[in-house]
């Protein structure tokens, strides 16, 4: 009775399967990623070594090997329905918390990157859909530095993260031309989260207390003139943040602020060369950051014993980034790259406390494929800081990637 039965469920299993391999699969997955192995040396001590975001000590130096930067995702595609594709993406990298163990450094905390589905509508020339999940904020346009870990500014808001959010997006085709439209609602960063090294939320952050989400929109025009593609766009956010009842330290309580920001982006791209650049400007944008809080103006309250503090504004800052890029061989084989940045918050504020009047780079690079997946790179930076203790960097950054 039992061998017929194992027989009886072994012709059911194997009959399963190679009906399903006669069938067209309803959803298809298409798994991509890296593995890399990235090495930066410093000639001084920095504040968050890993992303280079400023320095602070003249008298220290070291280096970092690390594969944090490694990412595995996967591509979702179900089938199509009278015009309407359904896709999502999963990524994640490690970069998230490191283990609490003396061997941190190689046992990093896996960080989500993307979770989000994509709901899209063709009609004719013109294309529109929603997509909620998490991704790139719609302000940041997706364009980015040519350095091999782009960090350095992030105390004050280079706008480059990936949200939480519902976006809807609008596109007309003119030939080979598009014009692309995108809204989004995000979950509103502080940059200086109550809820880090948690679980769950203990409270709600100011961004939640506000009862406000982060609206941005973008609006963004890709160009292909004979061997030219162009890119160029606008974008902004805005929302608030509630800080009637923050507590941390001598820091009590504090005022609605304002989250502001505008950005413009170019990029002009030949077989030969590639000049991109973008510029930013807005209010407590350090929502992008990496947890210092530090575009809030604080005041004393008046006749606090002990002397307290209010958050009563959010510090202006402005900043850019641009990059040009040769290919001797007409193609990505073999790239340099030449670039600068700068972070710029308003010193001169009122009450504001700023981490430093100006943060400022220059960049050298050179990468080389050797074949497709396999990518190696080095780049020299010169990161300058401008505090009330002026400190320049030198840097040296190495890449090794195997993609897939």
């Given at each position: 009775m039992n061998r017929l039965l194992l027989i009886t469920l072994s012709i059911f299993f194997i009959t399963s399967f190679l009906y399903?391999?006669?069938?067209?699969?309803?959803?298809?997955?298409?798994?991509?990623?890296?593995?890399?192995?990235?090495?930066?040396?410093?000639d001084t001590g920095m504040v968050g070594p890993e992303l280079l975001i400023y320095s602070k000590d003249k008298t220290k130096e070291g280096f970092?090997?690390?594969?944090?930067?490694?990412?595995?995702?996967?591509?979702?595609?179900?089938?199509?329905?009278?015009?309407?594709?359904?896709?999502?993406?999963?990524?994640?990298d490690?970069?998230?918390?490191?283990?609490?163990?003396?061997?941190s450094e190689s046992r990093p905390m896996p960080r989500l990157r993307h979770a989000f589905f994509d709901i899209k509508k063709t009609i004719g020339e013109h294309y529109f859909g929603v997509i909620g999940g998490q991704t790139w904020s719609v302000a940041s346009m997706t364009l980015f530095p040519s350095m091999i870990n782009p960090g350095v500014g992030w105390a004050m808001?280079?706008?480059?993260?990936?949200?939480?959010?519902?976006?809807?997006?609008?596109?007309?085709?003119?030939?080979?031309?598009?014009?692309?439209?995108?809204?989004?609602?995000?979950?509103?960063?502080?940059?200086?989260s109550l809820n880090r090294g948690k679980l769950l939320s203990s409270d709600y952050d100011a961004g939640g207390s506000s009862m406000m989400p982060l609206l941005e929109s973008s609006l963004t025009f890709d160009a292909v003139l004979k061997k030219f593609k162009?890119?160029?766009?606008?974008s902004g956010s805005y929302g608030k943040e509630d800080y009637s009842d923050y507590s941390n330290g001598s820091v009590i309580g504090g005022k609605t602020?304002?989250?502001?920001?505008?950005?413009?982006?170019?990029?002009?791209?030949?077989?030969?060369?590639?000049?991109?650049?973008?510029?930013?400007?807005?209010?407590?944008?350090?929502?992008?950051?990496?947890?210092?809080?530090?575009?809030?103006?604080?005041?004393?309250?008046?006749?606090?014993?002990?002397?307290?503090?209010?958050?009563?504004?959010?510090?202006?800052?402005?900043?850019?980034?641009?990059?040009?890029?040769?290919?001797?061989?007409?193609?990505?084989t073999l790239q340099f790259v030449f670039g600068m940045g700068m972070d710029?918050?308003?010193?001169?504020?009122?009450?504001?406390?700023?981490?430093y009047n100006k943060n400022s780079y220059y960049l050298g690079a050179i990468y080389y494929t050797f074949v497709e997946q396999f990518k190696v790179g080095v780049n020299y930076m010169r990161v300058m800081k401008e505090a009330s203790d002026d400190i320049d960097s030198n840097h040296i950054l190495l890449l090794l990637r195997f993609s897939f």
């Open positions: 399903a391999e006669e069938e067209k699969p309803s959803i298809q997955f298409k798994p991509y990623g890296y593995i890399e192995l990235y090495g930066i040396a410093s970092i090997f690390n594969a944090r930067n490694s990412r595995f995702g996967t591509k979702i595609t179900l089938p199509s329905v009278k015009n309407v594709t359904l896709n999502a993406t999963m990524e994640i490690f970069f998230g918390t490191m283990a609490d163990s003396g061997m808001g280079n706008p480059w993260q990936r949200l939480p959010q519902i976006q809807l997006y609008y596109g007309k085709k003119f030939g080979k031309h598009v014009l692309n439209f995108k809204f989004s609602a995000n979950e509103p960063m502080t940059g200086s162009i890119f160029a766009g606008v602020v304002d989250v502001q920001m505008f950005s413009g982006a170019l990029k002009v791209e030949h077989p030969y060369f590639a000049i991109l650049g973008k510029y930013y400007m807005g209010k407590n944008i350090d929502i992008y950051g990496v947890g210092f809080g530090s575009a809030l103006a604080k005041e004393l309250k008046e006749g606090s014993d002990p002397a307290t503090y209010e958050i009563v504004d959010s510090v202006p800052t402005k900043g850019f980034f641009v990059d040009l890029s040769v290919f001797p061989f007409g193609d990505k710029d918050p308003d010193e001169d504020f009122d009450n504001a406390t700023v981490a």
